[in-house]
């Protein structure tokens, strides 16, 4: 079967890091994505993994270990505007997405 | 370059009436997605084109819904006749073959069925 799974919610301080873990269980795997999702708005693009390891793009890192279904998105110095959901979608064999529910971040003062 | 366009952005309408959704993609991207938040769960795959043909449908709640890409450019997604389960975001996505960073949303149109 193919099951998703991220906390639901975080809550972090301004300027503070913070790490979002996901696990994946899918049948066929291309890669992971990681989008941000803010209140009424398209999904935007913020990672890809495809390779074990550790990619970072400014203040946002992503991690993928293929062999345990298990991915992480690093925030860094959070910034009021990051407060949004993050959803976790692994890339299935045919192209399609596949979703967990998203952790919805609260950045507070 | 034009985003993935969707609209309308909103509509409200009874049960039992019909709705088309549409979605035009980026220029040039061959596939194209529907997927579908209900409230409080996950955004949910529900078919895949590859220019006019469709790839995966597997994600069709039932046959209700209808969704067609005449000439492999925009889409249309129907429902008819709405029912108040499928209220809910629809979002659209394109994106050219190998490139998952090309892989781009619409903001999706937000169906409420009353």
């Known amino acids: 079967g193919q099951n998703i799974d991220q906390p639901t919610e975080m809550t972090a301080t301004e300027g503070a890091i913070v790490q979002i873990n996901c696990t994946y269980q899918?049948?066929?795997?291309?890669?992971l994505f990681w989008y941000q999702q803010h209140a009424g708005e398209a999904p935007t693009f913020l990672s890809y993994?495809?390779?074990?390891g550790l990619e970072e793009k400014g203040r946002f890192s992503s991690f993928l270990s293929r062999s345990k279904g298990y991915s992480y998105l690093l925030l860094k110095e959070l910034q009021m505007k990051d407060s949004a959901s993050y959803l976790c979608?692994?890339?299935?064999?045919?192209?399609?997405?596949?979703f967990g529910t998203g952790t919805l971040l609260a950045v507070q003062p | 370059e034009a985003g993935v366009t969707q609209f309308p952005s909103h509509s409200v309408i009874e049960k039992g009436q019909t709705v088309t959704l549409r979605c035009d993609p980026i220029?040039?991207?061959?596939?194209l997605y529907w997927y579908r938040r209900v409230m409080g769960k996950e955004i949910k795959f529900l078919l895949h084109?590859?220019?006019?043909?469709?790839?995966?449908e597997s994600g069709m709640p039932n046959n209700r819904f209808l969704a067609e890409r005449t000439g492999g450019t925009y889409s249309t997604l129907k429902v008819q006749p709405a029912e108040l389960e499928d209220s809910g975001v629809y979002f659209c996505?394109?994106?050219?073959?190998?490139?998952?960073?090309?892989?781009?949303f619409g903001s999706g149109t937000r169906l409420t069925v009353v």
């Open positions: 220029s040039g991207h061959d596939n």
């Open positions: 996505a394109s994106s050219q073959d190998s490139d998952p960073y090309g892989y781009t």
């Open positions: 979608a692994p890339w299935g064999a045919t192209n399609k997405l596949i």
């Open positions: 899918t049948s066929g795997f291309n890669g």
């Open positions: 993994n495809v390779l074990d």
């Open positions: 084109f590859v220019k006019e043909s469709k790839q995966d």
